[in-house]
């Protein structure tokens, strides 16, 4: 997110986070709002206390992590890049609540995520591809069978409003909740609020 209009109309949805990217090689980059940043922050400022915030940061420094989140009072930290897990726990010691994004093709991918146990509140699956960021496509869920972590998670990548069966048929014990990213999208960092709403409304009902 990172246009005031959508920034709001999405909070109206009722949903329970909203993404912020603080990545400048992104699309989605919040900062690339330019001149309407003041407005964008203006936004952030006023989404309900219901919608936890969470920024999103690829190999950050940590002391710029903290200053952003203190600026937009972000409730969660999404790192997406290579953080380690000494990383983690030097953040998570200050307070910080925690999610660490991992690319998964198979079953293997998912070994990656033991050294973050207790590290972290979260984990957040999705799709393997080149670089950092997602690539609009969903991996096979059926690998996250294997998952026996303590660390609950959330399912990304790909996911799209034809997914809503999809979606409603998986289970598993320790998924928290999807992100909802491209798939809404009518171009990088605007939300499509209908195929939102539709969406939501949905899966809210199964």
């Not at 079953?107 to 799709?127: I, K, M, N, P, S």
């Not at 990548?157 to 809503?164: A, C, L, Y």
């Not at 939102?196 to 199964?206: C, H, N, P, Q, Y």
Request: charged share 25%.
């Amino acid at each position: 997110m990172r246009e005031p209009d959508n920034i709001r109309k999405v909070a109206a949805l009722g949903v329970d986070w909203m993404g912020f990217i603080f990545y400048a090689k992104s699309p989605r980059w919040y900062g690339a709002v330019g001149k309407e940043l003041l407005l964008a922050e203006d936004a952030i400022s006023h989404i309900p206390q219901s919608v936890k915030k969470v920024g999103v940061f690829v190999n950050s420094p940590l002391e710029e992590i903290m200053k952003t989140v203190l600026r937009y009072k972000l409730d969660y930290v999404q790192l997406h890049g290579n953080e380690s897990p000494d990383d983690c726990h030097m953040l998570q010691k200050r307070g910080y609540s925690l999610i660490k994004a991992f690319s998964v093709a198979t079953v293997e991918d998912l070994g990656h995520t033991a050294d973050y146990e207790g590290r972290v509140d979260y984990f957040l699956f999705d799709t393997k591809c080149k670089g950092f960021g997602g690539s609009g496509h969903q991996f096979d869920w059926s690998v996250l069978a294997a998952y026996e972590g303590q660390t609950p998670f959330i399912l990304s990548g790909g996911i799209r409003p034809d997914s809503v069966d999809a979606i409603i048929r998986f289970h598993h014990p320790a998924c928290m909740g999807i992100d909802l990213n491209s798939g809404f999208e009518t171009e990088p960092g605007l939300k499509d609020i209908d195929k939102l709403k539709s969406f939501v409304e949905t899966i809210r009902k199964k």
